[in-house]
């Protein structure tokens, strides 16, 4: 028996309680996870562990058997996206195949997209990741500390702003020249 994957949409925040009726079910199921961070209220930032599709996850079965229309039953899904209620649109096998292989290639996690410097010194290129300034790239003036000090586009010119130190990511060398 040849298993194709599908992808489910789920209630909000129901994927692992889907996932688990579903493997009890005997279906095989798969939720890509990501890291993710966040600033808090109180300006911490915090890193935590969450579905990569928020409200979907795959689930693999064989559409000759009939029992996979039990999958609409289960508790936290919403429906197989693509297609209809007798024919939903199984995912290209190639692409599950290259999902699979970029988790395995990052342990199990799709990484966030940052380049978190462990120093920084002035002269160095950045890029703002939150805030009002965010996406804007600098070089550091100065560093005091947790802040540094960057020139910031606001209102038509460059002002001197200082920020918090875990509120950049550097620019790669491979973007440098395209920045500047």
Request: with cysteine.
């Amino acid at each position: 028996m040849r298993c194709t994957w599908y992808v489910a949409r789920t209630k909000p925040s129901a994927e692992e309680r889907a996932s688990r009726d579903l493997a009890n079910q005997d279906f095989k199921t798969f939720i890509p996870m990501s890291r993710v961070e966040r600033r808090r209220r109180d300006g911490l930032l915090v890193e935590f562990v969450r579905p990569l599709f928020v409200g979907y996850l795959f689930v693999s079965f064989d559409r000759r058997d009939a029992r996979w229309k039990k999958i609409y039953s289960t508790y936290g899904i919403v429906n197989l996206v693509g297609g209809s209620d007798e024919r939903p649109m199984p995912v290209p096998e190639r692409q599950m195949v290259e999902l699979f292989a970029r988790l395995a290639e990052h342990g199990g996690l799709i990484p966030l997209d940052l380049s978190r410097p462990r120093k920084i010194a002035s002269g160095d290129m950045v890029r703002v990741l939150f805030g009002p300034y965010r996406d804007q790239t600098s070089i550091v003036q100065e560093v005091h500390g947790q802040r540094i000090d960057v020139l910031l586009r606001f209102a038509g010119a460059q002002r001197r702003s200082r920020i918090p130190v875990d509120c950049v990511g550097h620019v790669p060398e491979a973007l440098r020249a395209a920045v500047r």
